[in-house]
């Protein structure tokens, strides 16, 4: 098969679709892999670490678009690039169609086959494709709370680790998931003293035994969630109700219990954050205050560290993404994880989620791949 992979041209968006690693693993495979030049400038990789890969290098995106079978990308992909989309074309990327009815008619008329990496699951009844990024997003919510905490920063001005004979600083995490798991790794590493609170209390079961003694864990209740918000320096917002907006857990009432300069990190903001106070920011403008309480709500964390999360990525969606260039739409009728990432396919919707958000008509996956 002919794979192609455009360069992002989502703002600020460095990740890409294809690492020159993961271009010799398609050629491996017997496979054609047109890159568009400077794809891979985000991360560092440029056209020659590509040539070497094993890739052809096409001047634009237009030509990546016209002649590859299959494209693969990171970002839903924008007005001028579902243009370009034609039927019998596979799509390998994330889409989030469930609230944006615009690219999902640009999709349906365009006739492609596109796999959502948001919807592909896995046989544990995960979601592969987006763990990394929550793994990324985890991480990094330590960095920024802790930047955030800094004085100059408008923080309390406490170090996480605290230095011998000073107390650490207290980290509450709500949601202890993929997210807050990774957050939790984070902040132990730095010494910090780590609570988690969950509603599942065979995950809280789990986090006990992954981190020996290492960390509170603590059943999510209204009084819990206030006794662990009030005496934070940080707090990491990672709930998740898959599916739903996110609940908002701490009210704009309870941030007046909280300590002057201390710092909220809302990961979950992309689903409408755990915080009543929340609203979404970017990577050029972060944080802002709401009563003494620095809030970091950036919707695109991973965006921050394109490398790590390019790399991250591609290790997910590569086994996927060989099924898909090995086999096309067959590989999608065998294999049960795929036909749950299929979204749409010649000009119908095959993702009930996505039909049921737009008030659009379903086409059973299995039933629209054996019509077409
Ligand atoms: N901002 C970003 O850049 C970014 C990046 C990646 C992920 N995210 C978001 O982070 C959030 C968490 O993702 P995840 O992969 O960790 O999800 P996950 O499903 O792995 O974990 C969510 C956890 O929340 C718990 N939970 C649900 N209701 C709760 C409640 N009332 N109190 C306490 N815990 C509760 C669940 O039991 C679960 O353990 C999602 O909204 C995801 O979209 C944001």
New binding site residues.
């Given amino acids: 098969m002919r794979v192609g992979c455009p360069r992002e041209i989502k703002n600020h968006e460095y990740r890409v679709g294809l690492t020159p690693g993961a271009v010799r693993e398609y050629v491996a495979h017997g496979h054609e892999v047109i890159v568009e030049t400077m794809a891979g400038m985000g991360i560092g990789a440029d056209d020659a670490a590509y040539q070497a890969a094993g890739a052809k290098i096409a001047a634009s995106a237009r030509d990546v678009f016209a002649r590859a079978d299959m494209i693969v990308k990171v970002k839903e992909p924008q007005p001028s690039e579902w243009a370009q989309l034609r039927e019998g074309q596979l799509l390998y990327t994330y889409l989030h169609l469930a609230p944006d009815p615009e690219q999902t008619h640009g999709l349906l008329a365009s006739g492609c086959t596109a796999i959502a990496y948001e919807t592909v699951t896995d046989d544990r009844g ?2 592969p494709l ?2 990394p ?2 793994e ?3 991480r ?1 919510a330590i960095q920024a709370g802790a930047t955030s905490l800094q004085k100059a920063n408008g923080g309390r001005g406490i170090l996480l680790g605290g230095v011998p004979g000073v107390l650490p600083a207290k980290v509450t995490v ?9 957050a939790a790794k984070m902040a132990v590493g730095l010494g910090a003293d780590v609570t988690i ?4 209390l065979p ?1 809280l079961r789990q986090l006990d035994d992954i981190f020996n003694g290492r960390i509170h864990t603590r059943y ?1 209740t209204i009084e819990a ?1 206030e006794d662990e918000v009030f005496s934070a320096d940080l707090v990491i ?6 599916g739903a907006a ?2 908002k ?1 701490v009210t704009r009432e309870m941030l007046s219990g909280m300590k002057k300069g201390s710092v909220i990190v ?6 409408g954050g ?1 915080f009543e106070t929340s609203h979404a920011t970017t990577h050029a403008d972060p944080t802002f205050e709401v009563d003494g309480v620095i809030h970091y ?7 921050a560290v394109p490398i790590t999360s390019a790399h991250a990525l591609n290790n997910a969606t590569l086994v996927y993404g060989l099924m898909l260039a090995d086999k096309g739409l067959k590989a999608i009728a065998e294999n049960s994880h795929l036909r749950a990432g299929l979204n749409v396919h010649r000009g119908r919707i095959t993702s009930r989620p996505v039909a049921e958000a737009l008030g659009l008509e379903l086409a059973e996956p299995d039933l629209a791949l054996k019509v077409a």
């Fill in positions: 995960g979601l987006l763990a990024m929550s990324v997003a985890g990094l709500i949601g202890g998931g993929v997210v807050g798991l990774h609170l969950d509603r599942s995950r999510s969630l917002g990672a709930v998740l109700i898959p996110a609940p857990l809302d990961v979950a903001i992309d689903q755990c709500c950036v919707a695109n964390m991973p965006g």
